[in-house]
């Protein structure tokens, strides 16, 4: 199967960059960030099956980095988070839908809560303790009232500083998905 590649941008990488080498046997898929454009704002991430690697047909520019994302159930059993917790399989499901969001596209936490079972308060919970964030687009997700809603746990609240909303607005407008001044999506039409 040939590997699945999402365009992101720019960003900050808050998670671990840790790898797991201790089982060989461990199947995971490693999702590569590498800049492949003149302008630094550009990341492409190339997903292919643990110890591979995939350019795209394209030579990286600047500095790389990956983070495994277990796809089979062996792995997931075996992962952890920074914390030493496991994820639940509603956690696993919701991070996995994730990733069929298209790039400049986005969906609604009760969109996610209808695509994999829940509430969107469960779906928004488990999107709150995403440990592959950005590379598993979280930032995707937005308020069913079509407001730009939370990110890694922060909410809107009113005009105060919001830097963890800041970077989702960010990382969306790069993706070409827009919010006006009150924080609500521009083009209707982006919503899946």
């Not at 990488?13 to 492949?36: E, H, I, K, P, Y």
């Not at 796809?71 to 509603?90: E, F, H, I, M, V």
């Amino acid at each position: 199967m040939p590997p699945e590649r999402l365009e992101l941008e720019k960003f900050r990488f808050m998670g671990s960059l840790s790898r797991n080498q201790d089982d060989a046997s461990n199947r995971q898929v490693t999702v590569t960030q590498r800049n492949t454009s003149p302008s630094p704002s550009k990341i492409a991430v190339v997903a292919t099956p643990s110890g591979t690697t995939n350019t795209g047909g394209v030579e990286p520019i600047g500095a790389q980095s990956a983070v495994d994302y277990p796809s089979d159930n062996k792995s997931r059993a075996r992962y952890r988070t920074s914390t030493g917790k496991r994820l639940t399989p509603y956690q696993w499901k919701v991070y996995d839908y994730l990733l069929t969001i298209p790039r400049g596209r986005v969906t609604t936490y009760k969109g996610v809560a209808a695509a994999v079972g829940g509430s969107p308060r469960s779906a928004g919970t488990a999107l709150r303790n995403n440990p592959f964030s950005p590379q598993v687009p979280c930032h995707r997700v937005i308020a069913s009232d079509l407001f730009i809603g939370g990110f890694f746990g922060e909410w809107v609240k009113g005009n105060g500083e919001q830097p963890r909303v800041d970077q989702k607005r960010a990382l969306l407008a790069e993706e070409g998905v827009t919010f006006d001044e009150k924080g609500y999506l521009l083009r209707r039409g982006l919503l899946l």
